[in-house]
Each structure stands twice: as C-alpha cells, then as structure tokens.
C-alpha cells in the first residue's frame, strides 16, 4: 500500500521515525508521500526523503508547496523561493503541495488564497508534477481555478469528503479522490456512498498522519501503518477484497507521482 498524504516529519514520527517506519513496513505500506505546508518545512522534508536510504522501507517521498491555511505566513518572496525550491529539487520531490483553498479559517483572504493556489498551479505546470490539493468550504472555487489552469500531470483531492457530482468534476478535471480515515465513521454516508460509486482508477489511500484519526481511535496521532485500515474499511464498501484495492490504489498512486516501480 501507498499512504498519499502523511506528515511524518510532524511529531511524533519525528521522535522516532525508524520505530514508525518498521510499523508502516509490516503493516505492508511501501511508500509514503509527505506534503509541505510551507517554506518552515521544505528543507526538513528534503532532507529526510533524499537522504534516505534506496533500501530502506516504505520509501519516502515529497511534495512542496504552500498551503492555504498558512496563508498568513506566505509572501510573494516565498512564492519565488518556491520556484527556485522546484527547479533544484530531487528525484523524490513528487508534486506540488500542499496546496489549495481553506475558507473554513475566521478571516481568512480568499482572493490571497486563490492567487497563491493559481500560482502554484503554474508551478506544477512549468516542472510537470502534479498538484496535492487542500480544499475546506470552497468547492466551487477551486474548481474554478483547475479550470483556469488545468494540472496537465493531473493532481489529488486530499481527504475528499464530497459528493458523487462533485467527485465528478474532479475527475473530469483530471483530479484523483483521497481516501482516508473519513469513510471508518458510519456516520459519512455521504462520502461513503460516494467513494462506493467511483471508478476504481480514480482512487488513492492516505491517512494525513498525525491528523484525521480513523474510528476508534479518536484522541490519538494517526499513523502511516493504518492505511492498512482504510483499506479494509474501503473493502467494506466496495465490491473489491481488500488485496485487490491496495494493488489497484498503489497502482494509481504510482502512475500519478511517477513512482521508481513505474517509470
């Protein structure tokens, strides 16, 4: 399996991170994609997945960006810095990301957020890497802006807890669906009927580790090893076994960040 969207370098995986990877390894996790947040962690990230060790299991890779609930923090320079960041990263810089729009936060600078969202946009464009997309209380808008600048190595929707049309039009945009700890609560309906429906090729697994813990584990850290979970509870809802989506959503995540087993 492939956890698309884990912040190991967060606490606490960066009090042990060789104890984590050998849970994440047994547990059958093979790589793990870390997004950014911001310029405070590109290097950090950088570090950890190109000195890594080609041996070494799950294999970590990265993506940079600047994202929307940071926006505060973001400056035009960062913008630049980011540039120059993409044009000397390494072979495990991945995507763009993470990146996007978040609404959700009190005052938050719409117009702010969507002219660092379509810059980056450019960005992933102009080093053809796709995008990792944030999004919280602006659907309509940031369908907007993949419209105003489509990813042409395509992206994913982190953590989609949508509906049917909407997972629709991310698909017809080209936007892969992140499947997370949401669908272990009974209570989605919505996001579990809808994951149910799609289209297998459309899928990624992920866990946002130490964030979005999974049912029954409330009030805990997340961590890579339960994608396995999700997998399981992806199972349930599908007609799939639980063999069968961990080979179809690696597959996916592969093709989309160009993983070494796929190129």
Same mark, same amino acid.
């Given at each position: ?11 606490? #995986?960066? +009090?042990a991170?060789?104890? &984590? ?13 870390i ?9 950090r990230?950088? $570090?950890?997945?190109?000195q890594q ?7 970590l &890779? &990265?993506?940079?960006g600047?994202?929307? #609930?940071?926006a505060?923090?973001?400056? /035009? =320079?960062t ?6 960041a993409?044009?000397?990263?390494? *072979?495990? @810089?991945?995507?763009?990301?993470e990146?996007g729009l %978040? ?13 660092? !969202?379509?810059? +980056?946009?450019?960005?992933?464009? +102009?080093f053809?890497?796709?995008v990792?997309?944030? @999004?919280?209380?602006? #659907?309509?808008e940031? $369908? ?13 929707y982190h ?20 499947v997370?700890?949401?669908?272990? &609560?009974?209570r989605?309906n919505k996001?579990r009927?809808?994951?149910?429906? !799609?289209?297998?090729?459309a !899928? ?5 580790? /130490? ?12 961590? *890579? %090893?339960? $994608?396995? !979970? $999700?997998?399981e ?7 799939e076994?639980? =063999? %069968?989506?961990?080979? =179809?959503?690696?597959?996916?995540? @592969?093709?989309l960040? =160009?993983l070494p087993? +796929?190129?």
């Amino acid at each position: 399996m492939i956890d698309s969207h884990c912040h190991f370098d967060f606490a606490p #995986f960066s +009090q042990a991170p060789a104890a &984590y990877l050998r849970d994440a390894q047994r547990a059958g996790v093979s790589d793990i994609v870390i997004p950014s947040v911001g310029e405070k962690n590109w290097q950090r990230i950088q $570090v950890m997945c190109e000195q890594q060790s080609p041996e070494t299991q799950p294999a970590l &890779y &990265y993506a940079l960006g600047m994202h929307p #609930f940071f926006a505060a923090e973001h400056t /035009p =320079a960062t913008l630049s810095r980011l540039e120059q960041a993409l044009a000397q990263a390494g *072979p495990r @810089c991945v995507a763009v990301g993470e990146c996007g729009l %978040d609404f959700a936060i009190a005052d938050a600078d719409r117009a702010q957020q969507i002219e660092w !969202l379509s810059a +980056q946009l450019s960005l992933a464009n +102009q080093f053809n890497l796709p995008v990792i997309l944030h @999004c919280r209380k602006a #659907f309509p808008e940031i $369908v907007t802006c993949l419209k105003s600048c489509p990813p042409i190595r395509g992206g994913i929707y982190h953590a989609f807890s949508g509906s049917l049309q909407q997972a629709h039009q991310l698909l017809d945009l080209g936007i892969k669906i992140g499947v997370g700890g949401t669908i272990t &609560y009974r209570r989605a309906n919505k996001t579990r009927t809808t994951i149910a429906q !799609l289209p297998l090729d459309a !899928l990624l697994l992920e866990t946002d580790a /130490p964030d979005m813990p999974l049912a029954g584990f409330q009030g805990e850290p997340n961590r *890579p %090893d339960r $994608v396995a !979970l $999700v997998c399981e509870a992806l199972a349930e809802l599908r007609s799939e076994s639980a =063999a %069968d989506l961990s080979r =179809a959503t690696s597959k996916n995540a @592969c093709e989309l960040f =160009a993983l070494p087993s +796929q190129k």
